[in-house]
C-alpha cells in the first residue's frame, strides 16, 4: 500500500538547522504533490509547504518563507525539508502527507496518507 | 488567507450519542472540505474528503455535510473508539491548506 516513512527523531539547539526526511513508496513518485505539516504540543495541525516532486516546485507558508527548503530526490523518492534558524517554538512533530488528488489534476487535495511523525526537540 | 473555525473546541458525550461538530470557512471553498481524526501520538486519519464523501473503510457512523462556508461532521451513536480529536481542512486553495483548530471529543 502507498506508504510514507520520515525519519526519525532529531534534538537540536537554538539557532541551529535539520533536515528532515519523508520516503514515498508504492506509487509513483512523481505523481502526486507532498506536503509537510508541523503539530507543536498540544496544538492543532499547521500546513507548512508543499512540494511537486515531479519537477520540484515549492510553495511555502508565509511565516516559513527564509528558513524552510523542502527538496525531492526522485532517485530514492524522498521528499526531504530543511528548517533552519530554530527556535524553541519549533518544537513539534513534523508530518507528511501526499495529496489525494494527482498533481496533474490540482495543486490543492486532502491528504492520504501521513507520514508517522518526526518529534524535533528544540533545546539548548 | 482562509481562516478554519471549528466550535465546539470540546465536546463531552456518551456512548450511543449522536454528536455534530461544525467547521465555518471565512469564505467559500465549495466543497473542498476534508475530515480528519487523530488520536494522541497518531497522525491524523481521513475520514471525509469532498466535505460528505465518506473515505473507504470508515464506518458509516461518519457522516459530513454543508458546502460553502459552513460543514458539519456527524457521529451517530458514538462508539468507544471514536474519543478523539478532529480537525477540518478546506482544500480550495493552496498556501495555505489551512485547518480548523480541533475538536477534542471526550467522554462525558
Known amino acids: 500500500q502507498v506508504q510514507l516513512v520520515q525519519s526519525g527523531a532529531e534534538v537540536r539547539e537554538p539557532g541551529a538547522s535539520v533536515r528532515l526526511s519523508c520516503k514515498a513508496s508504492?506509487?509513483?513518485?512523481?505523481?502526486?504533490?507532498i506536503h509537510w505539516v508541523r503539530q507543536a504540543p498540544g496544538q492543532g495541525l499547521e500546513w507548512m509547504a508543499m512540494i511537486n516532486p515531479a519537477g520540484g516546485s515549492t510553495s511555502y507558508t508565509r511565516e516559513f518563507q527564509g528558513r524552510l527548503t523542502v527538496t525531492r530526490d526522485t532517485s530514492t523518492t524522498t521528499v526531504y525539508m530543511e528548517l533552519s534558524s530554530l527556535k524553541s517554538d519549533d518544537t513539534a512533530v513534523y508530518y507528511c502527507?501526499?495529496?489525494?488528488?494527482?498533481?496533474?489534476?490540482?495543486?490543492?487535495?486532502?491528504?492520504?496518507?501521513w507520514g508517522q511523525g518526526t518529534l524535533l526537540t528544540v533545546s539548548s | 488567507d482562509i481562516q478554519m473555525t471549528q466550535s465546539p473546541s470540546t465536546l463531552s458525550a456518551s456512548v450511543g450519542d449522536r454528536i455534530t461538530i461544525t467547521c465555518r470557512a471565512s469564505?467559500?471553498?465549495?466543497?473542498?472540505l476534508a475530515w480528519y481524526q487523530q488520536k494522541p501520538g497518531k497522525a491524523p486519519k481521513l475520514l471525509i474528503y469532498?466535505?460528505?464523501s465518506l473515505e473507504t473503510g470508515v464506518p458509516s457512523r461518519f457522516s459530513g455535510g454543508g458546502s460553502g462556508t459552513e460543514f458539519t461532521l456527524t457521529i451517530n451513536s458514538l462508539q468507544p473508539d471514536d474519543f478523539a480529536t478532529y480537525y477540518c481542512q478546506q482544500c480550495k486553495t493552496y498556501s495555505p491548506l489551512s485547518f480548523g483548530q480541533g475538536t477534542r471529543v471526550e467522554i462525558k
Open positions: 469564505q467559500s471553498v465549495s466543497i473542498w
Open positions: 469532498k466535505a460528505s
Open positions: 502527507a501526499r495529496g489525494r488528488l494527482p498533481s496533474a489534476v490540482t495543486k490543492s487535495s486532502w491528504f492520504d496518507p
Open positions: 508504492q506509487y509513483t513518485f512523481t505523481d502526486f504533490y
